[in-house]
């Protein structure tokens, strides 16, 4: 197989992600990582000691743990960002066998050897990790910083599964960060919106075949929103 020489100005890019879906996740990372770093200081008493200003960081962490949601609500105008909601809430055929197989990156004639839609089945369970435990920090969390209306039970309840939940979610994000700063296309996915066609190909085959080219762009930038891409794909794939 012949090896291209082209430039990067010259290569085809294909529309990964807009503009508004890139700024739901960046903002929500965000929230996410202040969130993470001001409970690590108020969790760990060596951090706690070394930081200070415990008052500060518990109210910045309250702000931020309550604006969690408010970036994803907002994000709901966004046709783009409903659509991948969509894509993510659903399990097709292939995502079970990328579970089941071990070798479920494996590339065979530059393509990968599952049809994986525009998220593979770890991205849509990481998804709905992250969008479960929102939910559940919010609910616990609001109980902690208004305990009064609350008996006693439901207060150490709260405080027990948020502390625990807390340590599972920065496992789950230094996962998903090693994942991401691994795969170099994955991560110009997400600052650029755009990707090589090889690339989409080789992780995820079966949206490439449908998957917008970046020079068909429409001029206000709802390329991928309910589009071509989406709505003629096989029925198995999302």
């Known amino acids: 197989m012949r090896r291209r020489d082209t430039t990067s100005s010259e290569r085809t890019w294909l529309v990964r992600f807009t503009l508004a879906e890139r700024s739901i996740h960046h903002v929500t990372a965000l929230l996410m990582l202040v969130c993470l770093v001001t409970a690590a200081c108020l969790y760990l008493p060596l951090l706690s000691t070394l930081v200070g200003q415990r008052e500060t960081l518990k109210t910045v962490h309250v702000w931020c743990g309550f604006a969690l949601p408010v970036p994803i609500v907002l994000g709901l105008v966004s046709r783009a960002f409903r659509a991948d909601l969509r894509r993510l809430?659903?399990?097709a055929p292939h995502d079970w066998e990328w579970l089941k197989r071990r070798d479920r990156r494996a590339v065979q004639d530059g393509r990968g050897v599952i049809p994986v839609g525009k998220f593979n089945a770890g991205q849509k369970l990481n998804a709905a990790f992250?969008?479960?435990a929102i939910l559940l920090m919010l609910g616990t969390g609001e109980i902690m910083t208004f305990p009064d209306p609350w008996g006693?039970?439901?207060r150490t309840g709260a405080t027990f599964v948020?502390?625990?939940l807390f340590l599972v979610v920065v496992v789950v994000t230094a996962g998903h960060l090693w994942e991401a700063f691994r795969d170099r296309g994955a991560l110009n996915a997400m600052v650029t919106g755009r990707v090589e066609p090889d690339w989409a190909a080789r992780h995820h085959a079966g949206w490439a075949a449908d998957?917008?080219?970046a020079d068909a762009t429409?001029?206000?930038g709802a390329s991928g929103e309910d589009g071509a891409e989406f709505a003629q794909?096989?029925?198995d794939i999302y």
């Open 162 to 164: 948020h502390d625990w």
């Open 152 to 154: 006693d039970r439901w």
């Open 130 to 132: 992250t969008a479960g």
């Open 211 to 213: 998957a917008t080219p």
């Open 233 to 235: 794909r096989r029925p």
């Open 218 to 220: 429409p001029a206000d």
């Open 89 to 91: 809430n659903r399990f």
